[in-house]
């Protein structure tokens, strides 16, 4: 089955600073992976999503994501952090096999600092 | 209308209440969601309803009715809840239930059971 593993719940950077958040993934086929940003009190909005096509995927609001298969990676990055990007951030693979599922990383919190 | 609309965004009730959430999108999507968030957590996936028929219930307990009167609309009732089943509770949709489309979540509803 797939899963996701985000590496730290909780990141901090200064404010214009690199933002990289990490997620590894474990699937036994080719998988779709998602990020998506939940700013408190909200529901959850994509920023990116990879579908097999180009392994560097541009998302919405500076975000891009790289796939690495040899490193079953999909790390999250922004060159220049901004305040307004404080959120929890997930990291999400789907079951392109059998259930269809959508499985969920526990989650990272962005802290910006001014 | 790209957008999922939850009402209402807060909702206390009592262990006794009957109580329900709704969910609407226009879209066209055929596929619907329920998702449950814990404070901290990443949502947990409880009903699919594909093409208006359920799909996928993930061992929910049966004080969660879910219901989808058409192609829009999604909603869940609630009933004789315990205080555990305070959360945030999402509502979704995509194109259709596939693990390769991405879902759009609405804003959720806060509900709080005493």
């Known amino acids: 089955a797939q899963s996701v593993t985000q590496l730290g719940s909780h990141v901090s950077v200064s404010e214009g600073a690199l933002v990289l958040l990490r997620c590894n993934y474990s699937?036994?086929?080719?998988?779709?992976l998602f990020w998506y940003v939940q700013y408190p009190n909200q529901g959850l909005q994509l920023l990116l999503k990879?579908?097999?096509?180009?392994?560097l995927v541009k998302g919405i609001n500076g975000f891009e994501a790289e796939f690495k298969k040899s490193e079953t990676s999909f790390h999250l990055t922004k060159p220049s952090a901004h305040m307004s990007d404080a959120a929890e951030y997930f990291c999400?693979?789907?079951?392109?096999?059998?259930?269809?599922?959508?499985?969920f990383g526990q989650g990272t919190r962005l802290t910006i600092n001014p | 209308d790209t957008e999922v609309t939850q009402t209402p965004k807060h909702l206390v009730m009592g262990m006794t209440n009957k109580k329900s959430l709704k969910c609407e999108q226009h879209?066209?999507?055929?596929?619907m969601y329920w998702y449950k968030q814990k404070a901290k957590k990443p949502p947990e996936l409880m009903f699919v309803?594909?093409?208006?028929?359920?799909?996928i219930n993930e061992s929910v307990p049966s004080r969660f009715s879910p219901e989808c009167p058409n192609s829009s609309l999604l909603n869940l009732h609630l009933h004789a809840l315990q205080p555990e089943d305070s959360a945030l509770y999402l509502c979704?949709?995509?194109?259709?239930?596939?693990?390769?489309?991405?879902?759009?979540f609405g804003p959720g509803t806060r509900l709080t059971v005493l």
């Open positions: 979704a949709s995509s194109q259709v239930f596939t693990g390769a489309t991405s879902r759009v």
């Open positions: 699937s036994s086929v080719p998988p779709y």
């Open positions: 990879y579908t097999s096509a180009a392994t």
């Open positions: 999400a693979v789907s079951d392109i096999q059998g259930a269809q599922k959508l499985v």
């Open positions: 879209m066209g999507h055929r596929a």
């Open positions: 309803y594909s093409y208006e028929k359920l799909s």
